[in-house]
């Protein structure tokens, strides 16, 4: 009976862990949670993703993509180190899948935080690809924010790391034309984006010219990360 034990133990010490799932897409959204964003412009960010996430044509992307699928994780930023995932990594196949995932983020209470730290999202996102239970043909980090880094190493060594590990960043720096802690708004931030953020093979960005125009942008944003279209200029959502 303990050698049968012993060798129930060795087979299962030995068997190989579960098949992760194949998908076209794995895919971190990062959302900045900055104290930039006042609590309308939160409440429209939010919206945007579930609003996109759900839209027939973000649907009918996945669905005409090989194997039907995508994996994806919500996340919000702020300083270097405020990062937290709002839903963890989910299958999205359909209607349903997504619905799901979208009430998730709804439902999860909202709070902003000081400073921005877009090296520390990606920093914080990068490790989030291993061992999450899925294969993707691609692997992107969705970056969207008000404003550049201010705390922490520079964007652009964290999305050089992160593009050196296989990863492609895109972006949706969203310019907004209010005064930011009394401080000119940063008119120049999509220049910042493609400068300091934004890399890997096909990574692109699009612009929000001001928050009501972010459904429209997370929207073509969306479809073009899941059809794997590359891009090489920024599309203003106006």
Same mark, same amino acid.
């Given at each position: 009976?303990?050698?049968?034990?012993?060798?129930?133990?060795?087979?299962?010490?030995?068997?190989?862990?579960?098949?992760?799932?194949?998908?076209?897409?794995?895919? &971190?959204?990062?959302?900045?949670?900055?104290?930039?964003?006042?609590?309308? @412009?939160?409440?429209?960010?939010?919206?945007?993703?579930?609003?996109?996430?759900?839209?027939? !044509?973000?649907?009918?992307?996945?669905?005409?993509?090989?194997? +039907?699928?995508?994996?994806?994780?919500?996340?919000?930023?702020?300083?270097?180190?405020?990062?937290?995932?709002? &839903?963890?990594?989910?299958?999205?196949? +359909? @209607?349903?899948?997504?619905?799901?995932?979208?009430?998730?983020?709804?439902?999860?209470?909202?709070?902003? !935080?000081?400073?921005?730290?877009?090296?520390?999202?990606?920093?914080?996102?990068?490790?989030?690809?291993?061992?999450?239970?899925?294969?993707?043909?691609?692997?992107?980090?969705?970056?969207?924010?008000?404003?550049?880094?201010?705390?922490? !190493?520079?964007?652009?060594?964290?999305?050089?790391?992160?593009?050196?590990? +296989?990863?492609?960043?895109?972006?949706?720096?969203?310019?907004?034309?209010?005064?930011?802690? $009394?401080?000119?708004?940063?008119?120049?931030?999509?220049? $910042? $984006?493609?400068?300091?953020?934004?890399?890997?093979?096909?990574?692109?960005?699009?612009?929000?010219?001001?928050?009501?125009?972010?459904?429209?942008?997370?929207?073509?944003?969306?479809?073009?990360?899941?059809?794997?279209?590359?891009?090489?200029?920024?599309?203003?959502?106006?």
């Amino acid at each position: 009976m303990g050698r049968l034990s012993l060798a129930v133990l060795a087979c299962l010490a030995f068997a190989s862990p579960a098949a992760a799932i194949p998908v076209d897409l794995e895919l &971190v959204l990062a959302v900045d949670v900055s104290r930039s964003i006042d609590p309308e @412009e939160a409440k429209l960010q939010r919206e945007g993703y579930i609003a996109a996430l759900q839209h027939p !044509r973000v649907i009918q992307a996945i669905r005409s993509a090989p194997h +039907g699928k995508i994996a994806v994780i919500y996340v919000e930023w702020a300083g270097v180190d405020i990062q937290y995932t709002v &839903v963890p990594w989910t299958l999205i196949d +359909g @209607e349903q899948s997504a619905a799901a995932f979208t009430q998730r983020i709804a439902a999860a209470p909202y709070q902003a !935080r000081n400073w921005t730290s877009i090296s520390g999202a990606i920093d914080y996102s990068v490790p989030l690809f291993e061992n999450n239970g899925f294969e993707g043909t691609r692997r992107v980090i969705d970056i969207s924010g008000d404003g550049r880094t201010n705390q922490g !190493r520079p964007s652009a060594a964290a999305r050089d790391d992160a593009v050196a590990a +296989g990863v492609t960043i895109n972006g949706l720096p969203v310019i907004n034309e209010r005064l930011n802690f $009394y401080r000119p708004p940063d008119m120049d931030l999509d220049i $910042y $984006y493609r400068d300091n953020v934004i890399g890997g093979p096909g990574a692109f960005m699009i612009v929000a010219e001001n928050f009501t125009a972010f459904t429209g942008a997370v929207l073509s944003k969306l479809i073009r990360e899941i059809a794997g279209e590359p891009a090489d200029t920024s599309l203003a959502q106006r």
